[in-house]
């Protein structure tokens, strides 16, 4: 029996669903249940009914999927599959931050640790952090945490001036605006669409800047024909396939290769997967206080998505 079967016989075996993101490999993308976004993993990872949820993303996404899933148990197939988001904010920093900052609501990127969300009003992904930001009043003092770059562009597009957090996804935050500009001047029949994790100088160039589905989505409706895209290698697959006639590139990273790869994203293989199905582990494992405080800002922005009809 081959891999690919041997998964989806433990898959029936054990009732277990697939969960994946945009930015893993083909070959796991291909086998997963649901592809999607980090809103709409979310929303799938609370509506499942499989008694077991495999987490082909990193550690934050799986986190989020076991604080609204307490009772089941969800593998990930490498526990080293991080974020430098989620790296990038240890929960003592942010306690004495969030002390210097009194009378601040706080809305934290889903890209950060339970513990962090569990100091969170709300939780938001790049697929609804305008209307999780717009949820609260004009006037209301918020901090905007991990990712500053997606902070500032929602500051920029709300007119809002959240305080916010120092720090970046490596993946996206290495492209510069030079790399983007000489590949902009050597496809000129290429329209440049960017990831919000991106710097603000490169989402000013960009046509269109959203959450990978709505970077995916766009490319399906929008008239031209040829992409230049400010994201993570992995989503090309998706968008090839949605859009087999148009020809995509990635910025890349830097000049040894036509790619931008998420080092933590692509810890998970199809083998490494199909290990974790059979040994039911790595499992993740959460103290229950924490999923109790970190379960209430998810909900929250789980509902607001709802009122608002994001639905992925
Ligand atoms: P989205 O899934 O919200 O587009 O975010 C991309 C990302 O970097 C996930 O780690
Ligand atoms: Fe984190 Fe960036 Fe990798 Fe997403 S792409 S998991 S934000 S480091």
């Not at 989505?217 to 929008?222: C, G, N, S």
């Not at 199905?277 to 405080?293: A, G, N, S, W, Y």
């Amino acid at each position: 029996m081959g891999i690919v079967e041997k998964i989806a016989t433990l898959k029936r075996e054990k009732g277990a669903v697939i969960l994946a993101h945009y930015y893993q490999v083909p070959e796991i993308q291909d086998i997963a249940d649901y592809v999607g976004d980090s809103l709409g993993l979310a929303q799938r990872a609370a509506e499942t009914d499989a008694s077991m949820i495999v987490f082909a993303g990193v550690h934050f996404m799986a986190e989020t999927a076991k604080i609204l899933n307490p009772g089941k148990k969800v593998l990930l197939p490498d526990l080293e599959a991080g974020c430098s988001l989620a790296e990038g904010c240890p929960p003592d920093q942010f306690r004495e931050f969030l002390d210097r900052h009194p009378g601040h609501r706080v809305i934290s990127y889903i890209n950060c640790s339970a513990a962090i969300k569990t100091m969170s009003d709300v939780i938001c992904t790049s697929g609804n952090a305008v209307e999780i930001v717009e949820s609260f009043p004009k006037d209301e003092k918020i901090i905007f945490a991990p990712d500053k770059n997606l902070g500032a562009y929602i500051n920029s597009i709300t007119g809002r001036d959240m305080v916010l957090w120092d720090a970046t996804c490596e993946v996206h935050d290495i492209l510069t605006t030079e790399r983007v500009i000489n590949m902009c001047a050597a496809h000129p029949d290429a329209k440049l669409i960017a990831h919000p994790e991106c710097r603000g100088a490169i989402l000013e160039l960009a046509s269109f800047v959203g959450s990978t589905t709505a970077m995916i989505r766009f490319t399906q409706t929008d008239e031209a024909t040829k992409y230049i895209v400010a994201s993570e290698s992995g989503i090309l697959h998706q968008m090839k396939q949605a859009s087999p006639n148009k020809e995509f590139m990635v910025v890349p990273a830097d000049e040894t290769c036509a790619c931008n790869d998420c080092p933590y994203m692509k810890l998970n293989t199809l083998p490494k997967l199909l290990q974790c199905m059979e040994r039911e582990t790595p499992e993740i494992i959460l103290d229950h206080e924490v999923i109790e405080k970190a379960r209430a800002p998810i909900v929250k922005m789980l509902e607001i998505s709802r009122m608002k009809n994001l639905i992925q």
